[in-house]
Every structure is written in C-alpha cells, then in structure tokens.
C-alpha cells in the first residue's frame, strides 16, 4: 500500500507523462487526442491536490470543476471556465457523435491555444502541492 506522498507522486509521474503525450500528439497532428490526453494531465494533478489536501480515494469522475471542488482547491472565475471548457474534451474525443464537430474546431491553433491554457494550469496546480 503508498503512503501519501507516494500516491500524490504517482499523480504527478502520470500527469507529467500525458503532457508528454499530450505534447506529442499536438506535434503528428492529432489535435482530438492531444486535448483529450490534456483533460487527463489536468484530471491527475487536481486527483494529486485531492490526495495532498482530504482524506480517502479522489472521485472516480471525469468533471475537471467538480474534483476542484471536493478537493478543496479555490479557483476564480477564468481557471474555472478553463476547466469547464477541458472537462467537454473528455466526452467529445470520446463519443463519434460529438467527434466529428469536434474536429473541425480543433485547428492547430485552437489545440496550441488550449494546450497553452492547460500547461498554464499544469503550473499554477503544482505550485499548490
């Protein structure tokens, strides 16, 4: 069984990995996969904050705003929109009915832009743990 700091460290070691990926995909082209691998970066370090910051298991759910919150981590109005906008890259990656939209939005430079966001959220998480 990890203790604490071994399970906020595999959050971290996983997160880190998928921005890697992340960053990977973006650069072959696969823009849908890209901001789908980012919403999991963001997932797994707000499942880290959770772990630093309450007791028990993070949420098995997928809702970027809704994992801050039970985690206890105060987030202003913009943070916020970021993650609500991130958490739709979980279902519309996902589901073929929502694939095809999706992929129109996701330009080089709408995913370089959301990535831009993502990584700004990366740093400003990690400087809470």
Same mark, same amino acid.
């Given at each position: 069984? $990890?203790n604490?700091?071994?399970?906020?460290?595999?959050?971290?070691?996983?997160s880190? +990995?998928? +921005?890697?990926? $992340? /960053? /990977?995909? /973006?650069?072959?082209?696969?823009?849908?996969w890209a901001?789908f691998?980012?919403?999991?970066?963001?997932?797994k370090?707000?499942k880290?904050?959770f772990?630093? /910051?309450?007791e028990?298991?993070p #949420?098995?759910?997928?809702?970027l705003?809704?994992i801050?919150g039970?985690?206890?981590?105060?987030l202003d #109005?913009?943070?916020?929109?970021i993650?609500?906008t991130?958490?739709t890259?979980?279902?519309?990656?996902?589901?073929?009915?929502?694939?095809?939209?999706?992929?129109?939005?996701?330009t080089?430079?709408f995913?370089?832009?959301m $990535?831009e966001?993502?990584?700004?959220l990366?740093?400003w998480i990690k400087?809470?743990?």
């Amino acid at each position: 069984m $990890m203790n604490r700091e071994e399970r906020i460290r595999f959050w971290l070691e996983a997160s880190d +990995a998928d +921005a890697s990926a $992340m /960053h /990977h995909l /973006h650069a072959n082209g696969d823009n849908i996969w890209a901001l789908f691998i980012g919403h999991i970066v963001i997932e797994k370090l707000l499942k880290a904050y959770f772990t630093k /910051h309450r007791e028990g298991t993070p #949420p098995l759910i997928h809702d970027l705003s809704r994992i801050a919150g039970l985690a206890g981590l105060e987030l202003d #109005p913009e943070r916020l929109d970021i993650l609500d906008t991130i958490t739709t890259f979980n279902i519309r990656a996902r589901y073929d009915d929502y694939k095809h939209e999706f992929a129109l939005r996701c330009t080089s430079e709408f995913t370089a832009d959301m $990535m831009e966001k993502i990584e700004g959220l990366r740093v400003w998480i990690k400087s809470r743990l």
